[in-house]
């Protein structure tokens, strides 16, 4: 685990290199995750109140923390939510991609030309959740399989980078990550979308490596390649791991790609844009845009979309 206090960027682009990930600790401070957890406050007050008025809720449980009071709602409805069940998209989010310390690692273990992939994912992970305790798997296989059942491969040879980011602090109990060292070199296995939409490798993953827990507190990230083999297990304790991770690839028109690469950079690029998702360029030598511009492309986007539905 390293401290960006006292770290060179030889230990973070070898860590990385080496491992397929690195930890970097007290990279951001805790008032920067502050919009993050509002914006999750604000909806599960929403949804709360939603509950009670339907009669399906018999408090408003607004006396608990931050870590229990989702967790009490969807333990008295009986629901295990996979996903967020608000949006994930506006300023805090753009401020998020954009953190200096982020950033920062980002420039040294990727390079000069990269974008947000411009949708991340609030995890939810609930006590006792099995379908938020992810399975083995690369990062890539998601990316790629769009189809349930229908095994795809596009980026194996496109350097992607997931950052991994606690808003409470993630345990082994809580259900933390778990990363297997160097397995980004055994590059993009077979694995395949279920039912429940989870990726499942085809082969005893564990056999094969050293599974590492990544414990974690707020300030820290994770950074992890697109073909790091990694997993979430159980969370055994009583409150919600929340926690947010976002996607960065190579920026499609900045950077010399081999025509594969190019093919597979316009392979993300296009399917965030079907999704009404603009990719935002957050290191660039040319122009990076700010929060309206951004703003605006996702407002055309969305429109184009509506008009040709
Ligand atoms: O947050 C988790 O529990 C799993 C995260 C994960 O697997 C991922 O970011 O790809």
Same mark, same amino acid.
């Given at each position: 685990m390293i401290d960006q206090t006292n770290i060179t960027n030889q230990e973070i682009e070898e860590s990385f290199k080496r491992d397929g990930y690195v930890v970097v600790e007290n990279i951001i401070q805790d008032h920067d995750l502050e919009p993050i957890r509002k914006h999750i406050k604000t909806r599960v007050e929403e949804y709360a109140h939603e509950q009670y008025a339907a009669g399906n809720i018999s408090s408003l449980y607004n006396r608990e923390s931050f870590e229990r009071r989702y967790a009490v709602i969807c333990e008295e409805l009986s629901i295990y939510p996979r #996903?967020?069940? /608000?949006? !994930?998209? /506006?300023r805090e989010f753009y401020d998020l991609y954009n953190l200096p310390g982020i950033l920062h690692v980002l420039s040294v273990i990727h390079g000069p030309e990269i974008s947000n992939i411009g949708s991340p994912a609030l995890r939810t992970k609930l006590p006792g959740s099995v379908i938020t #305790?992810?399975?083995?798997?690369?990062d890539s296989q998601y990316v790629d399989q769009a189809t349930i059942g229908k095994k795809e491969r596009h980026t194996e040879n496109l350097l992607m980078v997931t950052v991994w980011v606690p808003l409470v602090e993630a345990t082994v109990p809580n259900g933390c990550c778990w990363v297997i060292p160097g397995s980004h070199r055994w590059g993009l296995l077979d694995g395949v979308r279920g039912q429940d939409s989870n990726i499942r490798m *085809? *082969?005893?993953? *564990? +056999?094969? +490596?050293q599974p590492t827990p990544v414990p974690l507190k707020p300030g820290g990230a994770l950074f992890m390649s697109n073909l790091c083999v990694h997993t979430s297990k159980l969370n055994t304790s009583n409150g919600c791991r929340w926690s947010i991770d976002f996607r960065y690839f190579p920026t499609v028109d900045r950077n010399n790609f081999t025509p594969e690469q190019r093919q597979a950079a316009e392979f993300v690029r296009d399917k965030m844009r079907r999704g009404g998702k603009e990719p935002l360029?957050?290191? !660039?030598r040319g122009h990076k845009p700010s929060w309206e511009e951004w703003d605006t492309a996702n407002r055309k986007l969305q429109s184009n979309s509506r008009h040709t539905d």
């Open positions: #996903s967020w069940i /608000g949006h !994930t998209y /506006g #305790s992810f399975p083995w798997h690369q *085809e *082969e005893n993953i *564990e +056999g094969r +490596g360029v957050v290191l !660039t």
